[in-house]
Nanobody, 117 residues
Framework: QVQLVESGGGLVQPGGSLTLSCAAS????????MGWYRQAPGKERELVAT???????NYADSVKGRFTISRDNAKNTLFLRMNSLKPEDTAVYYC???????????WGQGTQVTVSS
């Protein structure tokens, strides 16, 4: 069984930064793709960023240039560095992992990010 545990969320002022972490119970080497999603109140869950086993990254247009996804295989941890945060970034952020491109994903429980003055 795969377990994903997010941490690092919190309250931050607009323009501030946060780094989210996702600790996995397996080696990141085992996953084809990992990513971050978010869900704001009244909205559908949306993709934020993904990273493949080959380190290819993909970002939503709304966060491109501000967020960076990365991984530390030695620590079995996925990261999301968020800079220049905006109120519209407020959401619950979820870690996601797949063994194969079209397989069912594993999800963490989420961590709340609130951007407000």
């Amino acid at each position: 069984q795969v377990q994903l545990v997010e941490s690092g969320g919190g309250l931050v002022q607009p323009g501030g930064s946060l780094t989210l972490s996702c600790a996995a119970s397996r080696r990141l080497f085992d996953f084809n793709t990992m990513g971050w999603y978010r869900q704001a109140p009244g909205k559908e869950r949306e993709l934020v960023a993904t990273i493949s086993s080959g380190a290819t990254t993909n970002y939503a247009d709304s966060v491109k240039g501000r967020f960076t996804i990365s991984r530390d295989n030695a620590k079995n941890t996925l990261f999301l560095r968020m800079n220049s945060l905006k109120p519209e970034d407020t959401a619950v952020y979820y870690c996601n992992a797949r063994f194969l491109r079209f397989s069912d994903p594993y999800w963490g429980q989420g961590t709340q990010v609130t951007v407000s003055s």
